[in-house]
């Protein structure tokens, strides 16, 4: 169920943020150094931090995960990334991922920039 005042993007990114508080309560450690291990690999290197949230967006299209569709698709406005750039992000992963990565893209991804970039205060 969707919270009050939430748009849908937000209601699956605080499932998932829920969802990531039980796992730590159960499996602290691993909860603990998996965040450590992804947050030392997105951060500021070689490559930008726009650029790895664009690789990881295409991978969660190819690997099929709604969830990672929507975290990355965040990540790379948040990183400032402009509609053309996720656009062919999702162009990479469709070529690699074929008609179900085509489908997650024109749908789901297209849906979250909208939502996150409207919604905007």
Partial sequence: MQEKNMTW???YLH???EGIGVF???MPEVAHKFSQFTEECFKEGEVSQKHKQ???LGISIVAQDEYC???HTKGCVDQGASEKEILEACGVAAAFGGGAALSQAVTLVQ???MDLTTSIN
């Fill in 15 to 17: 499932d998932y943020k």
């Fill in 54 to 56: 664009l690789m990881a």
């Fill in 24 to 26: 730590s309560d159960h």
């Fill in 69 to 71: 569709m929507i975290y």
């Fill in 111 to 113: 849906d979250a920039y």
């Fill in 9 to 11: 993007t937000q209601t």
